[in-house]
């Protein structure tokens, strides 16, 4: 009679279970806070902001036209509920932004609508503020049609972060690169 725990048979069984957990969502989520890394900073000034005429409707707060961040530190996400990653670094990104909320401009960017994002909201404690897209956003942010994608600019209009993906947000070299820019305001 074979051993029904064999070496065999339990790889296969701890496989299915990793495999299992990574489709689930909240331990697919879990996973990929775990392994986020800070994102890489651009040190060239090549990728500029080329407009910033963008209308945006503000789903909780005032609806605004991009303009009004012109001279600021922005960050920029865009993002949805339903997007593994984007729920992923979402509560490593409300950590930023309530350190950060009174010091550079955030606009966080979806296409769904309000109730769908409050009901997310509400469930994760989230307050971040939410847009929709009313026109055509700057040619930048049109060069990937993935999401996550994440952005920082600083006042003078350059794109000091470009991400597509989760990441760190709320890491050291994030912080100093914000420090930095707010400084060099």
Known sequence: MKKILSKNNISNLIFI????MMLYPPTREWFMRQIAFS???NNSSEKVIDTYNWELKG???????FTNFEDKVIFVNFWATWCPPCRAEMPII????DDYKDKISFVFVT????ETVNTYFNKNGYNLPVYNSLSSPPQLFLETNSIPATYI?????????????AADWNSS????LLDE???NK
Not at 111 to 114: P, Y
Request: positive net charge; proline residues 2%; aromatic residues 4%.
């Open 173 to 176: 070299k994030i912080r100093n």
């Open 181 to 183: 820019s707010i400084k």
């Open 111 to 114: 296409a769904e609508n309000w």
């Open 39 to 41: 994102p890489s900073i």
């Open 59 to 65: 789903l909780n707060t005032k609806s605004i036209n």
């Open 94 to 97: 409300q950590k930023l932004y």
């Open 153 to 165: 600019i600083n006042s003078k209009g350059i794109v000091l972060v470009n991400k597509t993906g």
């Open 17 to 20: 279970l990793v495999l299992a």
